[in-house]
């Protein structure tokens, strides 16, 4: 829920967007920004949803909940005060890739798409160090990328597929999801991996039931 509670300027200071601003910048973005409140369970935004605004969490904490197709969900990140919450979405206009839910309690600043907007044109200063964290958010992501493609994917799915059968005879149900989680792996790219194991005749799949027809390539890459 929005309020019309006077913020604190210096509130803003402890995050990454603001902490050295000038006291009259922060004078100026505090008149667009919104106290709003969160009582536990409630959602602050919907998966797939528009980015129109970002928040800052004063106090309390939230989870980030990736929703997947078949009703299953995963925590991704817990965040506490001062983390900056939907600024990815926002700044690439991209609707949201997961829905934020309150653990506790909480009070956040509310910062709408337009009123950042405004604020990037007339103070640039704050645009660049926006697209700055942009920047390193997805330096740091391609780091992780090829951490995972240097552990060898493939392995990890291999073994936990070899793993679950007794014997050559037996066939595997199991949810890309359930496969993903048990990888520590992102969905999608479970989803690509057995796709092209389906092409190369490896094995067959009609949905969640898995059937191999190629133990020794499974082994070979699970080393």
């Not at 690439?92 to 997961?98: D, E, L």
């Not at 199991?174 to 969905?187: K, V």
Request: glycine letters at 4%; aromatic letters at 6%; hydrophobic letters at 45%.
């Amino acid at each position: 829920m929005s309020t019309t509670v006077k913020i604190n300027p210096q509130l803003l200071r402890n995050s990454f967007l603001f902490k050295d601003a000038a006291d009259d910048v922060l004078e100026e973005i505090v008149k667009h920004c919104h106290f709003m409140e969160l009582n536990a369970g409630e959602q602050l935004f919907e998966q797939g949803s528009p980015a129109d605004a970002l928040y800052f969490l004063e106090s309390g904490q939230v989870h980030v909940v990736r929703e997947y197709s078949d009703d299953y969900e995963v925590i991704i990140a817990t965040e506490v005060p001062y983390y900056v919450i939907g600024e990815l979405s926002l700044l690439a206009n991209q609707p949201r890739t997961g829905k934020v839910v309150a653990v506790g309690d909480c009070d956040l600043v509310m910062l709408s798409r337009k009123a950042i907007l405004d604020v990037f044109e007339h103070m640039p200063q704050i645009a660049v160090r926006a697209l700055s964290h942009l920047g390193n958010r997805l330096y740091r992501l391609n780091l992780r990328v090829r951490e995972n493609a240097i552990g060898n994917i493939a392995a990890r799915v291999a073994s936990v597929m070899l793993l679950l059968v007794e014997n050559e005879n037996q066939d595997i149900t199991l949810s890309i999801t359930r496969l993903a989680r048990a990888t520590a792996l992102d969905a999608d790219m479970v989803e690509r991996l057995l796709s092209n194991w389906v092409q190369d005749g490896i094995l067959q799949r009609d949905g969640s039931h898995i059937k191999i027809l190629d133990f020794a390539s499974l082994r070979n890459m699970a080393g």
